[in-house]
């Protein structure tokens, strides 16, 4: 979808997550340490949308924040808020404890991004006390965040005008989100929905959030979301 939000453009996806068919996952890059195109991770994942993830060093290659695929967590970040979703399709944002490990069983889907952007439909920005560090997550940048509705429904949003993080946060509530955090964006941003790239990165990346509207077509890839190397990383 396409509108504007107090004048500035904003293309997002939105899935219901109360159709129990419906799943939520990541599709990570097949070695932790290298990152591949945008046509790599969509090929091997097929979603039915799909967005930018979340950060990862451009000198390791590795993510900052957790990630758990179908349970199994395949990475440790130990930064930011992350984006957890239940075996029952409920969406928890938890602020992760600064590198330190945590317990996500409960959830089939983590990813670790952030800063956080509303809590409770109210602004809630302390990028710093959550680890983030780089000068360059407080300019204005392109922006990509990931927030829930009231009713349940997730919001994948790109927007492609160099915002700050507040105004992001607005966006995200004039959208409707109650809750949301940022995701990677600037040369990373990329949005896809039913085979168009709708927003195309700039550079290789190491991982999407993805969506599937069939469970079916999940279960047949989620094998293929995971990276070969994650038990090193464990």
């Not at 509705?149 to 004039?174: C, D, F």
Request: charged share 25%; hydrophobic share 40%; glycine share 8%.
């Amino acid at each position: 979808m396409y509108r504007k939000v107090g004048g500035i453009s904003v293309r997002y996806v939105v899935a219901d997550l109360n159709n129990p068919y419906v799943r939520v996952s990541v599709v990570t890059a097949r070695r932790l340490g290298r990152a591949e195109s945008i046509w790599e991770l969509l090929a091997r994942s097929r979603p039915t949308a799909a967005i930018t993830g979340t950060y990862f060093s451009t000198a390791s290659k590795l993510p900052v924040g957790d990630i758990v695929i179908e349970g199994e967590r395949v990475h440790f970040g130990g930064v930011g808020t992350a984006l957890c979703v239940t075996y029952d399709n409920q969406v928890r944002f938890i602020r992760q404890k600064l590198h330190r490990q945590h317990n996500w069983s409960d959830y089939r889907l983590v990813l670790g991004a952030g800063p956080r952007l509303l809590l409770n439909g109210q602004v809630w920005l302390y990028p710093h006390d959550e680890g983030f560090r780089d000068k360059r997550v407080y300019a204005l940048g392109k922006r990509v965040a990931v927030g829930v509705t009231q009713e349940n429904k997730l919001l994948m949003a790109v927007v492609e005008q160099p915002v700050s993080l507040r105004r992001l946060a607005w966006i995200m509530r004039g959208l409707g989100a109650t809750d949301a955090i940022a995701l990677d964006g600037g040369g990373s941003s990329c949005l896809y929905y039913r085979r168009q790239v709708k927003v195309l990165p700039r550079r290789k990346l190491t991982n999407l959030l993805v969506v599937y509207e069939d469970s079916a077509e999940y279960d047949a890839r989620v094998a293929r979301l995971k990276p070969l190397n994650r038990w090193a990383q464990r």
